[in-house]
């Protein structure tokens, strides 16, 4: 199905042939022409840098009855003060800076078991053989999933993502898919949560279920939730870093060489990979009540749409925006949102990034790109390939 300019939300046609292997064309020319879209639909869109920093802070806009379904399985991420107040604070102990660095020797030893195998292996897709694997087990571990259970989130986790678009942009039949996805999850969970209960571990599920703040605790379906939400976006944004910077990094080979030569530059390699080719490209928010955004006057109720990819490729804010540069100076991102919104789990995801794309550019020194032309994945807020066939 493809849209008119009059019938699509945003302004262009994000289903359109050929718009996933380069979206970047497009929102240059709306940002240059049309940056503050409004469609028939009463959206308004939007792809400047300093429009869309702007309204992620701003508290009049937040969520509500917007495009989607995704409130009714991904917890606080789309949920306004004081719910979202409250609920984020239960979590963000998880994600301290000090569990993060406890975390980085064993992220580093299942990024080198990965990649052992992967050495002289000839042909190989870099996706399910590396990119998939690692965060499912990084997460999985995190939150205390048996080994042998693991397989068993990459299905929910590719159905539960996809659902994260908008309803009118998915099939009946996908709709189906993500609503018994998140059954099936929640039903594991439920599971293994009483299982906690009886006999706690060292892992975030048992911290979740104990996890308390002035009285305050989590009620169930709050806790199958937020570990939904951190299926999704601890696992589906971190295989998307991961394998959109690796085929970045194999069209530009004076970058790669570069990080090869300066692994400990991964940090900030990691931060231009973000920008340069973003893992989430869209978010949205509803006006709470009249008010006006990047100058247009928006009612309360219209849904203001957020063009990431736009905003980490606009000139004024990036110079030389689609040009690659390991070494450029960091930049205001928006990859992982801001304000109170801003992605809870970035520091482990910039970790499993710089990790990971160290590790790819010195363990495997002979990679090289076999398919220049990868397919990308059937989704429009996430952007990522399906495969990506190299050689070693």
């Given at each position: 199905?493809?849209?008119?300019?009059?019938?699509?939300?945003f302004?262009f046609?994000?289903?359109?042939?050929?718009?996933?292997?380069?979206?970047?064309?497009?929102?240059?020319?709306?940002?240059?022409?049309?940056?503050?879209?409004?469609?028939?639909?009463?959206?308004?869109?939007?792809?400047?840098?300093?429009?869309i920093?702007?309204?992620?802070?701003?508290?009049?806009?937040?969520?509500?009855v917007?495009?989607?379904?995704?409130?009714d399985?991904?917890?606080?991420?789309?949920?306004?003060?004081?719910?979202?107040?409250?609920?984020?604070g239960l979590?963000?102990?998880?994600?301290?800076p000090?569990?993060?660095?406890?975390?980085?020797?064993?992220?580093?030893?299942?990024?080198?078991?990965l990649?052992?195998?992967?050495?002289?292996?000839?042909?190989?897709?870099?996706?399910?053989?590396?990119?998939?694997?690692?965060?499912?087990?990084?997460?999985?571990?995190?939150i205390?999933?048996?080994?042998?259970?693991?397989?068993?989130?990459?299905?929910?986790?590719?159905?539960?993502?996809?659902?994260i678009?908008?309803?009118?942009?998915?099939?009946?039949?996908?709709?189906?898919?993500?609503d018994?996805?998140?059954?099936?999850?929640?039903?594991?969970?439920?599971?293994?949560?009483a299982?906690?209960r009886?006999?706690?571990a060292?892992d975030?599920?048992?911290?979740?279920?104990?996890?308390?703040?002035?009285?305050?605790?989590?009620?169930?379906?709050?806790?199958?939730?937020?570990?939904?939400?951190?299926?999704?976006?601890?696992?589906?944004t971190?295989?998307?870093?991961?394998?959109?910077?690796?085929?970045?990094?194999?069209r530009?080979?004076?970058?790669?060489?570069?990080?090869?030569?300066?692994?400990?530059?991964a940090?900030?390699?990691?931060?231009?990979?973000?920008?340069?080719?973003?893992?989430?490209?869209f978010?949205?928010?509803?006006?709470?009540?009249?008010?006006?955004?990047?100058?247009?006057?928006?009612?309360?109720?219209?849904?203001?749409?957020?063009?990431?990819?736009?905003?980490?490729?606009d000139?004024?804010?990036?110079?030389?925006?689609?040009?690659?540069?390991?070494t450029?100076?960091?930049?205001?991102?928006?990859?992982?949102?801001?304000?109170?919104h801003?992605?809870?789990?970035?520091?482990?995801?910039?970790?499993?990034?710089q990790?990971a794309?160290?590790?790819?550019?010195?363990?495997?020194?002979?990679?090289?790109?076999?398919?220049?032309r990868?397919?990308?994945?059937?989704?429009?807020?996430?952007?990522?390939?399906?495969?990506?066939?190299?050689?070693a």
């Amino acid at each position: 199905m493809t849209l008119t300019v009059d019938d699509t939300p945003f302004g262009f046609d994000p289903m359109k042939p050929g718009f996933r292997d380069d979206p970047y064309s497009v929102y240059r020319r709306q940002r240059e022409s049309d940056p503050v879209h409004h469609s028939a639909m009463g959206i308004w869109t939007l792809t400047r840098h300093a429009d869309i920093e702007a309204a992620l802070r701003d508290q009049k806009l937040g969520h509500g009855v917007g495009i989607n379904r995704a409130a009714d399985h991904l917890s606080f991420l789309t949920l306004n003060p004081p719910d979202h107040t409250r609920l984020r604070g239960l979590v963000s102990r998880a994600f301290t800076p000090k569990v993060i660095r406890e975390l980085r020797p064993r992220i580093q030893q299942r990024v080198d078991d990965l990649l052992a195998p992967l050495r002289g292996a000839g042909e190989f897709d870099l996706m399910s053989a590396f990119a998939y694997p690692l965060p499912v087990i990084v997460i999985s571990e995190l939150i205390g999933v048996p080994v042998e259970d693991q397989a068993r989130f990459s299905g929910w986790s590719e159905e539960m993502a996809r659902g994260i678009d908008p309803d009118f942009m998915q099939t009946p039949e996908q709709l189906v898919r993500r609503d018994e996805a998140k059954l099936e999850f929640d039903n594991y969970f439920r599971e293994l949560i009483a299982a906690r209960r009886g006999h706690p571990a060292d892992d975030l599920l048992t911290g979740l279920i104990a996890a308390e703040q002035d009285g305050d605790k989590l009620d169930e379906q709050e806790l199958l939730d937020i570990l939904a939400l951190l299926l999704v976006a601890g696992h589906e944004t971190t295989v998307n870093l991961i394998g959109n910077g690796t085929l970045a990094l194999l069209r530009n080979p004076a970058q790669l060489a570069f990080l090869r030569d300066n692994p400990d530059q991964a940090p900030a390699a990691t931060e231009e990979l973000l920008r340069y080719d973003s893992p989430v490209q869209f978010v949205s928010r509803v006006a709470l009540a009249d008010t006006e955004v990047a100058g247009a006057s928006v009612l309360a109720g219209e849904i203001v749409s957020m063009i990431l990819g736009a905003a980490n490729r606009d000139p004024d804010a990036f110079p030389d925006p689609d040009r690659l540069d390991l070494t450029r100076q960091p930049g205001r991102l928006v990859s992982f949102g801001q304000g109170i919104h801003f992605c809870l789990g970035a520091p482990l995801a910039r970790l499993e990034g710089q990790l990971a794309l160290a590790g790819l550019a010195t363990a495997l020194p002979e990679l090289t790109l076999v398919d220049d032309r990868p397919v990308y994945r059937d989704h429009f807020i996430l952007r990522g390939v399906s495969a990506l066939t190299v050689s070693a």
